[in-house]
Nanobody, 128 residues
C-alpha cells in the first residue's frame, strides 16, 4: 500500500547543492524508518541517511556526514535529503526507502534488505 516517489535529482557542479524529496502515499506507520540509499554504476548500493518517521533523530553514513541533511514533514508525508558541498563521487541514483521492521541498531538501519518499500530512484550527477 505504501508508495514512494523521489524527485529533485539533476546535474550540478561540484560544490553545489541539491534537495531530494520523497513523497509517500498510502499508510506510513509512525514506527517506519525512512532511509536514503544510492547506487553508482559498478558499485554496490550504499546507505546514505535515515530518519525515524516519529522523530527527527537522523543517522548518516560517514561519507556524507556534515554535508547532507535528512528531514521529514509528517503533515505532508514527505522525507527530504538536502545535499550540499556535492562531490563527483556523490554521483549515483538515489533511492528513498521505508522499513516497517523494528530496527534496533545502526547496522540494521543501514542494511538495504531491511527496507520493504522503495521509490523508483532519481539520478544525481555531480560534475567536476
Amino acid at each position: 500500500q505504501v508508495q514512494l516517489v523521489e524527485s529533485g535529482g539533476g546535474l550540478v557542479q561540484a560544490g553545489g547543492s541539491l534537495r531530494l524529496s520523497c513523497a509517500a502515499s498510502g499508510r506510513i506507520f509512525n514506527n517506519y524508518v525512512m532511509g536514503w540509499f544510492r547506487q553508482a554504476p559498478g558499485k554496490e548500493r550504499e546507505f546514505v541517511a535515515a530518519i525515524s518517521w516519529s522523530g527527527s533523530s537522523p543517522y548518516y553514513s560517514d561519507s556524507v556526514k556534515g554535508r547532507f541533511t535528512i528531514s521529514r514533514d509528517n503533515a505532508k508525508n514527505t522525507v527530504s535529503l538536502q545535499m550540499s558541498s556535492l562531490k563527483p563521487e556523490d554521483t549515483a541514483v538515489y533511492y528513498c526507502a521505508a522499513s516497517g521492521r523494528r530496527l534496533v541498531s545502526r547496522t540494521e538501519v543501514a542494511l538495504s534488505s531491511n527496507y520493504d518499500r522503495w521509490g523508483q530512484g532519481t539520478q544525481v550527477t555531480v560534475s567536476s
